[in-house]
């Protein structure tokens, strides 16, 4: 085990990115990001910036010189961009694909974050070459500036106190604030991930947040249904071989999940290749159920470690699983409310579960410990889905009625749907919860009885209904079933045909990438952006920014 000490030594000698004391002179939570919980995304600035060094390294093959160094005395390492001589003096260059920062009279300014950026490279130089460096430039390509930074004994003292304060912040077990100027974070990559909007959203509740969260994820997922299916590597594609099929390839920057339902094989290259690439890779069995997922993550032990101190801790577990359960069952007693629009007519079993869920709800916030938070919750699943029946239209087809929930195995075909949507859904949490870098073991209601991970379990809680009781009721009365080809009845048990799991995940998949304004962000996402969200606005309900999980509910 590594003592402080140990962490002092290795943090001493271990050697900084020039570019980190970049991202440290920019905003220091995106230094903390990126260097601590090595968390990165390849936004298109970022891509850009490669395409721009690409392009000149292939004009400036003369001056070109590239350089990779180290320096162990000054605890830096880094890529030098160019270095040129002129005038007998060696001259670093950094290329910029933006414009130049303006002083208030117009004047052509480097930024404060290249200009530490550059300074280091030089004093990098200095110390890995024993050289004598009097300047560094930056080039700002958008409006063709060349700045001309000096090196003196201020930009030496610059370069030492941030090596010093990205040592300290290396070893702090604390993620920075977010910046108090808003508009660093419009630009930054890593904003998706750091969610400073919502961070002041949480300070603040009058604060109107803008959405620096993609909207939308357009990776494809690939769902493999067939057994005998051969997923593997060629280049930087993903190969999918399928009995009696033409080979299909699929490039993997497009792909963002692949679902191996059944017996296929995947190879060892494919799995090292999806890890490479964050692409999740997901198992469930011929059945229908969530066997289980390759675990990717790389890093963020300071998030688990964080995860474990939060849930250790029996208040906050029960605070979280409070709002867990006024939010599912709201969401529940709100569809079921739904189907009274515009009727006068209603059953005395749909009224009642509405009125006594609203009773029942009431008692929630006073639940005093998790099991007796586990008798409400009975209480309302019972009345939800005593009550879900009487929203089926009549002219469905007797063998898709049921008659209240059961599981493991469904004996009717309402509940096959209900059991295979879920299974993708929790599929689908633990692709966010992945993502995100949580532990899935480790969840604050939900404890670890089955095989599948007590977090999922809990975080699946707030999509159920909208993406699988709404899609399966929905599907039924529009009559998208046939009772005989997309189902199989062995006994009294019931499974869906590998017909009926395609079409269902034909629905699934298409109502994942429907978009809902978040109640209280006020933006919209798709649901599918909407469960990676959800991770992250738990994660920060213990990084003391939080206050706006499990919000989500049905309207
Ligand atoms: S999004 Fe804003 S607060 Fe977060 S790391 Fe980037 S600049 Fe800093």
């Not at 930009?155 to 993620?175: C, F, N, P, T």
């Amino acid at each position: 085990m590594q003592t402080l000490e140990h962490l002092e030594i290795s943090a001493k000698i271990e050697t900084i990115r020039v570019s980190a004391l970049h991202a440290l002179a920019y905003c220091p939570r995106l230094f903390y990001l990126e260097e601590v919980e090595e968390l990165y995304t390849q936004d298109a600035a970022v891509f850009a910036g490669r395409r721009l060094h690409t392009e000149l390294e292939k004009q400036e093959d003369e001056e070109w010189d590239e350089l990779f160094l180290t320096s162990e005395e000054l605890g830096l390492r880094g890529r030098v961009d160019a270095l040129r001589t002129r005038d007998g003096q060696t001259i670093p260059y950094e290329h910029k694909r933006g414009r130049c920062h303006r002083d208030k009279n117009k004047q052509p300014q480097a930024w404060e974050s290249d200009k530490l950026q550059i300074l280091a490279y030089a004093c990098l130089l200095e110390s890995a070459l024993g050289i004598s460096i009097k300047e560094g430039r930056i080039r700002y390509h958008a409006d063709n500036v060349l700045i001309h930074i000096a090196l003196d004994d201020a930009g030496r003292e610059l370069v030492r106190d941030a090596i010093q304060k990205a040592r300290i912040l290396r070893q702090s077990m604390h993620r920075p604030p977010v910046t108090e100027n808003e508009r660093l974070c419009a630009r930054c990559s890593l904003a998706p991930v750091c969610l400073p909007e919502e961070a002041r959203l949480a300070h603040d509740c009058e604060w109107q947040p803008i959405r620096l969260f993609p909207e939308d994820d357009n990776r494809q997922i690939i769902h493999i249904l067939e057994p005998g299916t051969a997923v593997g590597r060629t280049g930087e594609q993903i190969k999918i071989t399928r009995r009696n099929q033409p080979v299909e390839i699929f490039p993997a920057r497009n792909v963002g999940q692949l679902v191996l339902h059944s017996f296929s094989q995947i190879s060892t290259q494919a799995l090292h290749f999806c890890t490479d690439q964050n692409i999740g890779v997901h198992f469930i069995s011929g059945g229908g159920r969530y066997i289980g997922s390759f675990d990717n993550r790389q890093g963020s032990i300071q998030r688990r470690i964080r995860q474990y101190a939060a849930l250790s801790n029996t208040d906050t577990c029960l605070e979280l699983a409070r709002k867990l359960v006024v939010c599912r069952a709201q969401g529940q007693r709100k569809f079921l409310m739904r189907a009274t629009r515009g009727k006068t007519q209603l059953s005395d079993r749909l009224t009642k579960g509405i009125a006594q869920m609203k009773a029942v709800l009431k008692q929630v916030p006073q639940a005093k410990s998790l099991d007796s938070l586990l008798g409400f919750e009975g209480n309302l699943a019972a009345l939800y889905f005593g009550a879900l029946p009487e929203l089926i239209a009549a002219d469905v087809a007797n063998e898709l009625k049921f008659d209240g929930r059961n599981k493991r195995p469904p004996k009717d075909r309402f509940n096959a749907l209900l059991g295979f949507g879920y299974a993708m859904l929790l599929k689908d949490i633990m692709n966010s919860i992945l993502t995100v870098g949580l532990e899935p073991a480790l969840g604050f209601y939900h404890q670890p009885r089955t095989q599948a991970p007590p977090l999922a379990l809990d975080l699946i809680e707030i999509f159920r209904v909208p993406l699988v009781d709404m899609v399966v009721m929905g599907s039924i009365n529009r009559g998208q079933w046939d009772v005989k080809a997309d189902f199989e009845i062995r006994g009294k048990q019931v499974w869906l045909s590998e017909v009926g799991r395609r079409k269902f995940v034909e629905i699934y998949e298409k109502r994942k990438q429907e978009s809902w304004k978040h109640p209280v962000t006020g933006y919209s996402l798709t649901y599918r952006r909407l469960m990676e969200l959800e991770v992250r606005l738990l994660e920060k309900e213990w990084m003391g920014e939080g206050g706006l999980f499990g919000q989500l509910i049905v309207r």
